[in-house]
Nanobody
Framework: QVQLVESGGGLVQAGGSLRLSCAASLRTFYSVSMGWYRQPPGKEREMVAI???????YYADGLKGRFTISRDNDKNTAYLQMNSLKPEDMAVYFCAAGCALATLYCDFWGQGTQVTVSS
């Protein structure tokens, strides 16, 4: 059973930063794409960023430059560094594994971590 455990969410003021972590119990972590998605209140889940097995990173429009996705294959952990946070970034953030760039479908999902941005 694959488990993805997110951490690092919380309350931050607009303009602040947070770093989310996703610890994966996946022996083949090094070979799969990892993704971060978010679901704002009352809206559908949307892709934030995906990082491929070889480290190529892809971002949703408008997020590159503020958000940075990374991975540490030795620690089986993916990260999302979020800077200059805005109230519209407030959402539940989900980690995902085995994400396909073409479809944005992912095989495994975490439980999510809440990010609240106060104005």
């Amino acid at each position: 059973q694959v488990q993805l455990v997110e951490s690092g969410g919380g309350l931050v003021q607009a303009g602040g930063s947070l770093r989310l972590s996703c610890a994966a119990s996946l022996r083949t972590f090094y070979s799969v794409s990892m993704g971060w998605y978010r679901q704002p209140p009352g809206k559908e889940r949307e892709m934030v960023a995906i990082i491929t097995a070889n480290g190529d990173a892809y971002y949703a429009d408008g997020l590159k430059g503020r958000f940075t996705i990374s991975r540490d294959n030795d620690k089986n952990t993916a990260y999302l560094q979020m800077n200059s946070l805005k109230p519209e970034d407030m959402a539940v953030y989900f980690c995902a594994a085995g994400c396909a760039l073409a479809t944005l479908y992912c095989d495994f999902w975490g439980q999510g971590t809440q990010v609240t941005v106060s104005s």
